[in-house]
C-alpha cells in the first residue's frame, strides 16, 4: 500500500547512485505525510467552519479554553513522526558526510562558467567529469571566484563550493550512463549555462580514458611530482620527510587520520583543508609546541592539490 501511495510522487530524476533511492525515499514518505495533513486539516476546518457556523442571532456559541488530552496527543504524535524522519535523515546524511577510505579522488574547481577537474594521475577534463560504475567517488572543491554550487540530480548530491576552502561529497554511481551536472548557486549572467557531464563507465573504459595519451609531449604530470618539487624548494629546509623535528613538524604520516594540538588547545585531523589553511594561513592554527615563524605560500590551485597528494604518499 505505502509503495503505491509513492508511486504516485515517481517523478524524480533517475537513481543513478546509491544514495538515490534512500534520499527518494525520505522526500516520498514526507511529501505523502504533508499531503495527507494539508489535505485533513483543511478539510475539517471548512466542515467545522460550515457545521458549527452561527445559526441565529441570538445563538451562544460554547466556551471551551483547552483540551488536555487532545493537545497532549496532537504534541506528541508529530512529535513522534519528526524524529522517526529524522532518524532516516540522519543516517543518510552521517554516511553522505563520511566519504571511505580508498575512494576515487576527483578535484574540482568551479569558476564563472565552467568545471575544471583533475584526477589522480594529473589528468584533466572540462566540463566532463568521468567515473567508473559501482565505486565510491570523492570531489574535493573548491571555486575560482564566487561561490558555485555542484549539482548532479541523478546521483542525489549537491554541495556548495567556497573559494580558499574546500568542500566535498561522495557518491556511488549504480548505473552507467551520461548524466546532467548543473550549478545550483546564481553565480553570475550565465550561471544558467554552467553546466557539465558526468559520464559513469566501466572500470576498464575509465582506466583507458585515464591513461590516453592523445599528445605525448603533453602527458599529465602526477600531482605529487609536482608537490614533491614545491616542498623541495619550499618547505624543505623547515620540514622533514623523516619523523624529526626540523623547524616545523615533520610531514612523515601527516595524513594518517591522528589529531594533532593545537597551541590554544583545540584538537585537528590533518584533512585537505588543514593543509590548504596552513599553507596560505600558517598562524591562524599554530600547532603546539613550534613557533609561529612560517611565512604565508600563494599557491595556485594545481600546486596545492600538487603539495595535498605529495602528503597524501608520505606514510
Ligand atoms: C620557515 C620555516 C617553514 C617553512 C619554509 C614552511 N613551514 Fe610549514 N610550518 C612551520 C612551522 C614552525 C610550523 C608549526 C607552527 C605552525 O603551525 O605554524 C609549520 C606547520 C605546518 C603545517 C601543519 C603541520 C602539522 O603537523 O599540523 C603544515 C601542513 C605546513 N607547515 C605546510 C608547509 C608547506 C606545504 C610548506 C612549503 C610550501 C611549509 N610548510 C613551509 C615552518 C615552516
Ligand atoms: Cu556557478
Redesign the pocket.
Known amino acids: 500500500m505505502l509503495d503505491w501511495i509513492l508511486e504516485i510522487f515517481d517523478f524524480m530524476p533517475v537513481e543513478a547512485s546509491s544514495w538515490a533511492s534512500r534520499v527518494d525515499y525520505i522526500n516520498n514518505v514526507i511529501t505523502v505525510i504533508s499531503v495527507f495533513c494539508t489535505v485533513a486539516i483543511t478539510f475539517v476546518m471548512i466542515l467545522f467552519a460550515w457545521k458549527y457556523r452561527r445559526k441565529s442571532e441570538n445563538q451562544k456559541t460554547a466556551y471551551i479554553t483547552h483540551n488536555a488530552t487532545l493537545e497532549t496527543i496532537w504534541t506528541i504524535i508529530p512529535t513522534i513522526i519528526c524524529f522517526v524522519l529524522f532518524y532516516f535523515g540522519y543516517t543518510v546524511y552521517h554516511e553522505m558526510r563520511n566519504p571511505p577510505v580508498g575512494a576515487n579522488e576527483v578535484f574540482v574547481k568551479g569558476q564563472t562558467w565552467y568545471w575544471d577537474f583533475q584526477y589522480a594521475n594529473g589528468k584533466k577534463s572540462t566540463g566532463e567529469l568521468v567515473v567508473p560504475v559501482g565505486e565510491p567517488v570523492k570531489l574535493i572543491m573548491t571555486s575560482a571566484d564566487v561561490l558555485h554550487s555542484f549539482f548532479i540530480p541523478a546521483m542525489r548530491v549537491k554541495e556548495d563550493m567556497y573559494n580558499g576552502n574546500y568542500s566535498y561529497l561522495w557518491f556511488t554511481p549504480t548505473s552507467s550512463g551520461t548524466f546532467d551536472i548543473f550549478c545550483t548557486e546564481y553565480c553570475g549572467t550565465q550561471h544558467s549555462g554552467m553546466t557539465a557531464k558526468l559520464k559513469v563507465v566501466s572500470k576498464e573504459a575509465y582506466n583507458d580514458w585515464l591513461n590516453e595519451k592523445k599528445d605525448p609531449s603533453a602527458e599529465p604530470v602526477l600531482p605529487e611530482v609536482t608537490g614533491k618539487a614545491?616542498?623541495t624548494a619550499?618547505?624543505a629546509?623547515?620540514?622533514s620527510l623523516d619523523g624529526s623535528k626540523v623547524?616545523?613538524?615533520?610531514?612523515k604520516g601527516?595524513y594518517s587520520g591522528a589529531k594533532?594540538v593545537?597551541?590554544d588547545g583545540t584538537e585537528?585531523v590533518?584533512d585537505d583543508n588543514?593543509?590548504r589553511n596552513?599553507?596560505a594561513n600558517?598562524?591562524s592554527?599554530?600547532?603546539a609546541g613550534?613557533?609561529?615563524?612560517?611565512?604565508a605560500?600563494q599557491?595556485s590551485e594545481d600546486e596545492l592539490i600538487g603539495?595535498i597528494s605529495y602528503?597524501k604518499t608520505l606514510k
Open positions: 614545491i616542498y619550499k618547505c629546509a623547515c620540514h623547524v616545523g613538524p615533520s610531514f601527516i594533532h593545537l597551541q585537528v590533518v588543514y593543509i596552513s599553507i600558517p598562524l592554527q599554530i600547532v613550534y613557533p609561529p615563524v612560517m611565512p605560500f599557491l603539495v602528503m
